[in-house]
């Protein structure tokens, strides 16, 4: 099956901005996107329950294509790591519901689109980090961090252990969640040259009239979505 596992150098790196861009550039060109954020923590109180924000990116990004509660299953409200927040509700996850929740649903042509919480080394459950749920999915990773100063050290670091867990590095996508403050700072070009895969930068896009940042950001996503969908060689 094709997809991708999203994962980051942190939070707040910009996971949901790209994923949702890939999400919704891939839904266009007629492809089945099964976004699964499978245990979202931090989500707010609304009217109708608790409301999962990264996951509402995903459904507007298929055009709301997918169920919400398919994207996601689990809902915590503290903004904690959800192995944390999940206890803090006297509630336990474990590494095969997350499992499940992903895979539920997915047929064999679709693309799922996985991302985790945090860092590749954040837990996820009790019995779990992202790096074990991402292990046991066996989809490529795309590892997103914020372009600014030290971003090449957590990139490295994320991409050595994305292999030695034996997975397969899709590339690094370089997110401006900020506008570069440097012009003389080049972290694209200093991270291809020690690492063997693509490498991307994202610029920073105003989200000042309402539009969400990965609507905005779509459009320079073409070529990791076109690589990402591309069919198998040979
Ligand atoms: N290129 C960009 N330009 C402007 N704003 C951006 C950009 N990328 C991300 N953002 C904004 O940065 C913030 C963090 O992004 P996002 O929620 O995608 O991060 P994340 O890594 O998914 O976070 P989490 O770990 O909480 O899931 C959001 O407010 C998002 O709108
Ligand atoms: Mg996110």
Redesign the pocket.
């Known amino acids: 099956m094709q997809g991708v596992f ?1 994962t ?1 150098s ?11 861009a890939l999400a919704w550039q891939l839904s266009r060109q007629g492809r089945t996107v099964r976004p699964r ?1 499978p245990v ?1 923590s ?1 989500c707010a109180e609304g009217t109708g329950g608790l409301r999962p ?2 996951a509402e ?1 995903y459904h507007a990004a298929v055009g709301g294509a997918e169920p919400l509660a398919r994207i996601c299953r689990y809902l915590l409200r503290a903004p904690l790591s959800p192995e944390r927040a999940a206890a803090l509700e006297g509630r336990t996850i474990r590494l095969d519901d997350l499992i499940t929740a992903c895979r539920e649903g997915v047929r064999a042509e679709d693309f799922l689109l996985v ?1 985790g ?2 860092g590749f080394y954040s837990p996820l459950a009790e019995d779990a980090l992202n790096a074990d749920l991402a292990a046991a999915i066996g989809l490529p990773i795309l590892v ?1 961090t914020a372009d600014r100063l030290g971003a090449i050290h957590q990139a490295l670091a994320t991409a050595e252990a994305v292999t030695r867990r034996g997975l397969v590095l899709a590339g690094v996508v370089l ?4 506008p570069c403050a440097d012009p003389q700072m080049d972290n694209a070009a200093d991270l291809a040259r020690r690492l063997g895969c693509d490498v991307s930068v ?6 000042a009239g309402g539009v ?3 609507r ?2 779509a459009p320079s996503l073409t070529a990791i979505a076109a690589s990402l969908a591309a069919p198998a060689a040979g």
């Open positions: 999203i980051g942190d939070t707040g790196v910009g996971k949901t901005a790209i994923g949702a954020k979202e931090g924000h990264d990116a991302e919480a945090g997103v997110n401006e969640t900020r994202v610029r920073h896009c105003n989200t969400p940042a990965w905005a950001i």
